[in-house]
């Protein structure tokens, strides 16, 4: 089971669109992810705000930075990034 992710991003921004595109395609295989928009808190802001996007695990907290494509998504998920 793939586990629960967050992509931290905010509207407008065409990097976050682009990371949207690559965990697409892991969606339909039951990847959940929440898309959380840094704009709605300010810690969030300063953590994220020179990093977005970012995909972060839920159960380990582990995070991964932008750019990164499906197959680092996948080792990513595995736990072996």
């Known amino acids: 089971m793939l586990p629960e992710c967050q992509l931290f991003g905010t509207l407008g921004c065409h990097l976050c669109e682009q990371a949207e595109e690559v965990l697409m395609p892991l969606v339909e295989y039951g990847l959940l992810v929440e898309l959380i928009d840094i704009a709605e ?23 991964l930075d932008w750019p990164f494509e499906a197959e680092q998504v996948v080792s990513f998920l595995q736990g072996s990034t």
């Open 41 to 63: 808190r300010p810690d969030w802001v300063e953590d994220y705000a020179l990093r977005i996007p970012v995909l972060r695990r839920v159960d380990t907290g582990s995070e």
